[in-house]
């Protein structure tokens, strides 16, 4: 995935649920609350700029892909990793069909890049 040709673009957006339309996460636990903006697509390329993904596989009880992306600020230049795996799922029974995939974000919300806290 060549971060200057756009496919990898579009790949992070997908992992980040980053689309045409912003929408909110709100949430909340015993130690604090949840309360996101998601950017758009538009929103995300006016401010970031991809400069990496990689993606490798990870050991594990079952199949298991990370990726970690490196975006750039425009900015004030900041640089922002961000990190996540995918396990690939296999359903068995009357479900037994196609794997799947779950994805889980392994960096903090609040550090994600297009994700904007409210207050």
């Known amino acids: 995935m060549d ?3 756009g496919t990898s673009e579009a790949m992070v957006w997908r992992l980040l649920r980053i689309g045409s339309a912003p929408y909110f996460v ?4 015993a130690a604090r609350s949840l309360r996101l903006r998601i950017a758009t697509s538009w929103d995300w390329r ?14 594990g009880g079952q199949p298991r892909v990370g990726w970690e992306a ?23 029974g009357r479900f037994g069909g196609l794997p799947e995939a779950k994805g889980y974000l392994d960096t903090p919300h609040h550090l994600v890049p297009g994700y904007y806290t409210l207050r």
């Open 3 to 5: 971060a200057g040709g």
């Open 26 to 29: 709100l949430g909340s636990s």
């Open 46 to 59: 006016q401010q970031y700029q991809l400069l990496s993904v990689a993606m490798e596989p990870q050991p």
């Open 70 to 92: 490196v975006v750039r600020d425009r900015v004030s230049s900041e640089l922002h990793e961000v990190a996540g795996h995918m396990e690939v799922r296999w359903s068995h």
